[in-house]
């Protein structure tokens, strides 16, 4: 069982608000990611790091930003929210045990904008 | 260029049919993963299976298989004896050749619904 933790599970919020997105997981794993998911949809990689200090965007270019001050937390921050910022956003991480490990999953955040 | 098709869209069967989900990948890349997760209505990806591209052996789990071809570049998904419990949307995920980042690429997803 994958020890990721993603708070809060839902937010509803109003446009303008500074929103961070909490994630933490404690198998001490060096990569770390975030993907944002429409729903019904596939996902899209917005944010990873392969270890403290490294953070690099993902595929979708996003207007949120991350840090990773501490191996085990990988937190999100919308400076902005905006409606279109509307969806679920999904902390995953992986271990460096030789090959391309399994990416272990949060149960994600809905992120609902007004 | 990679990529990830899971041309079935949408799929429904009665409780105890077998239903195969269907998975066929691009790459370049002579060394690759390939995976399937299971996301339920709850909204958590959940890891199935994980299998490099020099093991072409399929696999059986209980209930699941999975049929890896090399020569159609595909990676079915079998499920034997469906249950409600396993409807859910089903995503097929390729990673590339071992690095810093194991970045995943992922199909669009099959949502299987499992009548009673």
């Known amino acids: 069982e994958a020890d990721i933790y993603q708070t809060p599970r839902y937010l509803v919020i109003g446009t303008g608000k500074k929103i961070t997105l909490e994630c933490s997981q404690t198998m001490g794993h060096d990569k770390m990611y975030w993907y944002q998911q429409d729903p019904g949809m596939e996902l899209h990689l917005i944010h990873y790091s392969y270890g403290v200090n490294s953070t690099e965007k993902g595929d979708l270019s996003s207007e949120s930003t991350v840090s990773r001050i501490r191996t085990e937390h990988f937190p999100l921050t919308l400076e902005s929210a905006r409606p279109s910022h509307t969806s679920q956003y999904l902390c995953?991480?992986?271990?460096?045990?030789?090959?391309?490990?399994?990416?272990?999953f949060g149960d994600g955040t809905r992120l609902s904008i007004l | 260029a990679q990529k990830v098709t899971q041309a079935q869209t949408e799929i429904s069967v009665v409780e105890k049919e077998d239903v195969t989900l269907d998975c066929v990948y691009e790459t370049r890349d002579t060394t690759y993963y390939l995976f399937w997760y299971k996301q339920p209505p709850s909204g958590e990806l959940v890891f199935l299976i994980r299998r490099n591209s020099f093991d072409e052996q399929n696999e059986i789990s209980g209930r699941y298989s999975w049929n890896f071809q090399k020569s159609t570049s595909s990676f079915n998904f079998t499920i034997t004896a469906s249950q409600v419990v396993d409807s859910a949307v089903y995503f097929c995920?390729?990673?590339?050749?071992?690095?810093?980042?194991?970045?995943?690429?992922f199909g669009t997803g099959t949502r299987l619904q499992v009548f009673p």
């Open positions: 995920a390729l990673s590339e050749a071992p690095g810093n980042t194991d970045k995943l690429i």
């Open positions: 995953a991480s992986s271990g460096d045990d030789g090959g391309n490990q399994p990416q272990h």
